[in-house]
């Protein structure tokens, strides 16, 4: 079965300092990945996928994360955080085998942001 | 385009009541699924409908939890004799589903279900 490890449950930072949120998965099959982002009262926003191809993939809202296979990690990553980033974040795999179609997610890490 | 919606936003219950969850997709998606999201955690799969039928219903806790999709677009989770710990908030998303290579899955605002 697949599962999701978000290390860090909670992340401060400064808004415009950079930002890495950890994620690892485990998968017995090329991984589909996805980080997904919820700010209060709002569903989840996907910002970035990986499929295949290139493992520097780019998102939404200036994101951006790593798929590295050797180290079954997918961080997710921000040049420079603005106030608006502050919300939960959450990495999902996704399994795709025969009828299944389900996301398997961590438990989210909540970023703040200080001014 | 309309995203996907949820109703109720909120629905408050006693223990032993039944409730209905109603989740309506994007226009065209044939793939809708739902999740359950406890306090503090990553959303849980619940099930997965492809059109009409339920292609995989694995995350369903029990037989109190029922969903169904008639006409392949809206589709309803019922919960029968509610308990506590069915307070959650329950998300639909939906994916046009063409190839998993390109499945992406939107999800709805949630409905939070509490149940005293």
């Known amino acids: 079965a697949q599962s999701v490890t978000q290390p860090d449950i909670h992340i401060t930072v400064s808004e415009g300092a950079s930002l890495e949120l950890r994620c690892n998965y485990s998968y017995g099959a090329t991984p589909y990945l996805f980080w997904y982002v919820q700010s209060p009262g709002q569903g989840l926003q996907l910002l970035l996928k990986?499929?295949?191809?290139?493992?520097l993939v780019q998102g939404i809202k200036g994101f951006e994360a790593e798929f590295k296979r050797s180290q079954s990690s997918f961080n997710l990553r921000k040049p420079s955080v603005h106030w608006s980033d502050a919300a939960e974040y959450f990495c999902?795999?996704?399994?795709?085998?025969?009828?299944?179609?389900?996301?398997?997610f961590g438990s989210g890490t909540q970023l703040t942001v200080l001014p | 385009g309309a995203g996907v919606s949820q109703t109720p936003s909120n629905k408050v219950t006693e223990k032993g009541k039944y409730v209905e969850l109603r989740c309506d997709p994007i226009s065209g998606h044939t793939a809708l699924y739902w999740y359950r999201q406890s306090l503090g955690q990553g959303p849980e799969f619940l099930i997965y409908f492809q059109g009409t039928g339920a292609a995989d219903d694995s995350g369903l806790p029990n037989d109190r939890f029922f969903a169904v999709r008639p006409e392949g677009s809206v589709s309803t989770l019922k919960i029968q004799r509610t308990e506590r710990g069915d307070s959650a908030m329950y998300l639909c998303?939906?994916?046009?589903?063409?190839?998993?290579?390109?499945?992406?899955?939107?999800f709805g605002p949630g409905t939070r279900l509490t149940v005293l």
């Open positions: 998303a939906s994916s046009l589903s063409l190839a998993a290579s390109t499945d992406t899955q939107y």
């Open positions: 990986y499929f295949s191809g290139d493992t």
């Open positions: 999902a795999v996704g399994a795709y085998s025969g009828s299944a179609r389900q996301l398997t």
